[in-house]
């Protein structure tokens, strides 16, 4: 697999890439926005070459000439124009565009094999209108199309994270998406018990971990680490403090006795320990803004400790300011979701081989 390049669009910190990466494969290029998602995807994917600029403006003959020919290409373009209103002008709505610039680079290097993700109501809005014009322009470039919605706490992730994913290839047939590969779900104990000794404010970017790994899960995601980074809690308001203090370990804003608006409905909401976590967003340091702190310390949860619930190594380091860093991570795909699709890829070429 080693041999195999791919090219990753719109790649943030690359956690799909990553896990193409933990499967063998290349990571020869590439491409995103902001410049900070650069800087991590950098520093983590040292032997990948990283442009930094809008994908409009970089052109696919100059990254070509960079990094050569590429065997996969892998990338979740943002589809906001794929909504319920989005219907009459379909793939015509501006705020597609990025999109189209994902199906010119397929069609300028033709890989074997593509992967899209993207939110899994792009299935389904509109009885499957925006999901059909999808696979018709990848069938106008002669590629087979397989499509669902992967969880990847069937992957091994402590995450419940729901993704549409797009699976395609030029050569024979169709290539199956991966079938859950689990007995036993992995929860959010098992990603962040040894972490458990932060309050409101306290941690450092560079730290040394205070205990041994204490389930395999942290073992495995705590190899090659010496020192431990990101783990920095939120400096939380005195009112949010408060709050935290009257929520029992695990549970949630039901026993506070104000009234809270919110647009989140699990808004002051304790992570449980063993279940898995629902999504991971870009503001999980925010208490109110769903269900994110910590089983029972009166904080959110910490970068790193969102990282593990996403399934990167502790060695994998985010750099930037706060708002930047929890960007990254909640915006990434996890990359024991990216090895699960990658590793299905390597099983078709070898069945077809």
Known sequence: MKKMKVLDLFSGVGGLSYGFKMAGFNIAGAIDFEKSFVESMKKNHSHTE????DIRDI????VKNKIGNIDIIVGGPPCQGFSL?????GLEDERNFLFKEYIKYIAYFKPKFFVMENVPNILSEKDGYFKDQILKEFNKLGYKVTYGILNASDFGVPQNRRRAIFLGTRLKKEIELPKRIIKEKVTVWDAI??????DSGEGYFESNYKTKPL????????KNSKKLFNHQATNHSVIAIDRLKRIPPEKGKEYLQERISSTFGQTWGRLEKNKQSPTIVTRFDTPSNGKNSHP???????PREAARIQSFPDHFIFYGNKTSVNKQIGNAVPPLLGKAIADSIIKYIRQNN
Do not use: C, H, M
Not at 85 to 89: E, F, I, L, S, V
Not at 215 to 222: F, H, V
Not at 296 to 302: G, V, Y
């Open 193 to 198: 018990s040894d972490l458990a000794y932060l």
């Open 50 to 53: 990283v442009f930094w600029g």
């Open 215 to 222: 389930s395999e899960y942290q073992k495995i995601l705590r």
């Open 296 to 302: 029972f310390l009166n904080r959110a949860i910490t």
């Open 85 to 89: 209103k989005g219907q009459r002008k």
């Open 59 to 62: 052109e696919p003959e100059k």
